[in-house]
């Protein structure tokens, strides 16, 4: 195998994993966010207590994070196809990923949002804040640093969740290293594949802190 | 302005139940300094915090500008409590907002225009002195900065009463002072009524009008400053005018308050002090007498003008008695200046009969 060719395959390998964790990242940013606010928001002595409501979603919430990713790739497929019409390819690949990562970004943002100091909040309602405006303008607000901190992470973790994905046919660098590095003993293709894969986790934590830093006025 | 009566709230854990409020009743009049003094512990937080539905109270009613907080619904409570600023001991500032973003947050939840909210937020940094700092971050202020920017936002909203929970206590005396005057100015100019907490006597000395000591839940005393000097055996009163006394020539302060005899005298009309604030009925009076072996000890309290005057060189002179000042002290209070000294005076009361008869005469009484 030329060094062109490896090049070849890994600028493709590359794009398949960034398509598929963009649009992950993207799934997951919505609805990770609406259910970590919802924990917190309908916890006891929350904005909007609701136990019921609670005890579930932090029920299916723990499901989702007990479930090593590569058993949750393989337990979601029924669903997969259902969506996508496809089991097979990056698309395919999103729909694991999405709710694989969604329970994990979830606990996140509920761990951010209470680090919002109580009397802040306490503050807002003394001043006749609506709950609207306390969860965007306070609790979403104040914990933004945090939440994008929380965000990094969970892509770097979509970059390695989709690596697996790669092993059952989501394409990306993960199936160039497995079907190139593993099985045929391209070392070269494997290094390339490592290399690749360090400098993309790299580039997103960077960005990441940068952001933080940025947001951040404590 | 604030009505609380019957006020009473328990906090419940699975082991056990904490009766933070027991029952308290109290009345804030328009434009009334209220301080609310006591241990750490005894209720105070959640009283304040249970005046604007922080906190639900479990029995009594809150009115506040004439409507009871206790039966509103939630998008009436919230109108109302736009109505009613709140000072917090810990600042509670919006992290991610700078100075000027802090202040704007309260006229932002009161719906108020950008253009309005822009130059209110100029008017309300430039009252607490920190027009300067409008874009700095909390984090980057001191903690007298950031209580500054606390009452400012407090007070965006335009609120009729103030709710401040030991908005001093974290500062520096010089700090405080300057937060202190501010207040008393607000309250002068715009008729603002304040319900504080505080634990520092310096506090009600300076601006309150009236003040009450809670314990466990309770109010043990209560009324207006003047009332309170008058008031045999006011704890109040004694800490507001410690007479400074050491175990040298002093009788238990105690036994000589208690053993005392005390009586009121008219009040007498006072123009003003000298920080120029009018008082309405100042020169009340109060002392008490009790024998000790050949010397007659007197607690004196005098208040309005009178404190000013040589009232004891007075004595000396005109009855030839040889007054010994066993401890005292002369305080400037926000409704009015005050002194309060424990006298020794040679011989049995019988002995000193006019010259106790002078003192009552010269708005003291023994
Ligand atoms: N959220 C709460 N849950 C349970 N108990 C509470 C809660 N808040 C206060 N208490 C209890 O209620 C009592 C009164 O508390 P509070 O905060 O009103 O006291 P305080 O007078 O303000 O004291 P400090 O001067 O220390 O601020 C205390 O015994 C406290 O432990
Ligand atoms: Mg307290």
């Known amino acids: 195998m030329t060094w062109s060719e490896v090049f070849e395959l890994l600028e493709v390998g590359l794009q398949e994993t960034a398509w598929m964790v963009l649009v992950s990242t993207l799934l997951t940013l919505v609805g990770g966010l609406l259910v970590g606010v919802l924990l917190v928001l309908t916890d006891k002595g929350g904005l909007l207590p609701l136990r019921p409501l609670n005890a579930v979603l932090g029920l299916i919430v723990n499901v989702g994070r007990s479930l090593p990713f590569i058993i949750l790739l393989v337990a979601v497929i029924p669903f997969t196809r259902a969506i996508v019409g496809t089991t097979i390819g990056t698309d395919a690949a999103i729909v694991p990923l999405t709710i694989g990562a969604i329970p994990f970004f979830a606990r996140i943002v509920e761990s951010a949002l209470r680090e919002v100091p109580a009397d802040v909040v306490a503050a807002a309602t003394a001043m006749g804040a609506t709950r609207t405006q306390i969860v965007g303008k306070v609790l979403l607000r104040e914990s933004l640093p945090g939440l994008v901190a929380g965000l990094t992470i969970t892509v770097i973790a979509l970059v390695g969740y989709s690596a697996m994905a790669g092993v059952v046919g989501g394409g990306g660098l993960g199936d160039l290293a497995i079907r190139y590095g593993y099985q045929r003993f391209e070392t070269d293709m494997m290094i390339a594949t490592v290399v690749a894969l360090i400098v993309f986790v790299q580039l997103v934590q960077m960005v990441g802190d940068l952001l933080v830093r940025r947001l951040s006025h404590r | ?366």
């Open chain 2, 1 to 366: 302005m604030i009505e609380i009566s019957g006020l009473r709230k328990t906090y419940r854990s699975r082991k056990r139940a904490v009766v933070a409020v027991d029952g308290v009743d109290l009345s804030v009049g328009e434009g009334e300094v209220y301080g609310v003094l006591g241990q750490s512990g005894a209720g105070k937080s959640t009283l304040l915090r249970c005046v604007n539905m922080l906190e639900r109270p479990d029995e009594g009613t809150v009115t506040v500008d004439g409507r009871d907080l206790t039966k509103l619904r939630r998008g009436d409570l919230r109108i109302a409590r736009q109505g009613i600023g709140m000072i917090h001991q810990h600042f509670a500032l919006l992290s991610s907002r700078t100075v000027a973003g802090n202040v704007a947050f309260a006229l932002e939840v009161t719906g108020t225009p950008r253009a309005e909210r822009r130059t209110r937020v100029a008017e309300l940094l430039e009252l607490v002195g920190l027009g300067e700092r409008a874009d700095a971050y909390p984090a980057q202020l001191s903690g007298g900065q950031k209580q500054r920017v606390g009452i400012a936002r407090a007070l965006a909203a335009r609120p009729k009463v103030l709710l401040s929970d030991e908005a001093t206590s974290a500062l520096d005396p010089e700090t405080t002072e300057s937060i202190l005057r501010l207040l008393l100015d607000l309250n002068k100019r715009l008729g603002l009524t304040v319900l504080l907490i505080t634990h520092e006597m310096t506090v009600v000395k300076r601006i309150c009008t009236s003040a009450a000591v809670m314990r466990d839940g309770r109010f043990v005393e209560s009324g207006t400053i003047t009332d309170l000097l008058k008031r045999p055996g006011s704890e109040l009163a004694r800490d507001l005018f410690p007479l400074g006394l050491r175990d040298t020539g002093g009788t238990p302060e105690t036994a000589a308050v208690g053993d005392g005899v005390a009586a009121d005298k008219d009040g007498r009309s006072v123009a003003g002090d000298k920080d120029g604030r009018s008082v309405a009925g100042g020169g009340d009076g109060r002392s008490a007498a009790s024998d000790r072996t050949g010397e007659t000890i007197v607690d004196i309290t005098v208040s309005g003008a009178d404190a000013d005057e040589p009232i004891i060189a007075d004595l000396a002179r005109q009855f030839g008695v040889d007054v010994r000042i066993l401890g005292g002290s002369v305080e400037t209070l926000a409704t009015t200046r005050a002194g309060r000294w424990r006298l020794a005076l040679p011989g049995t009361r019988d002995d000193n009969a006019a010259a106790l008869d002078y003192l009552r005469k010269r708005g003291v009484t023994a």
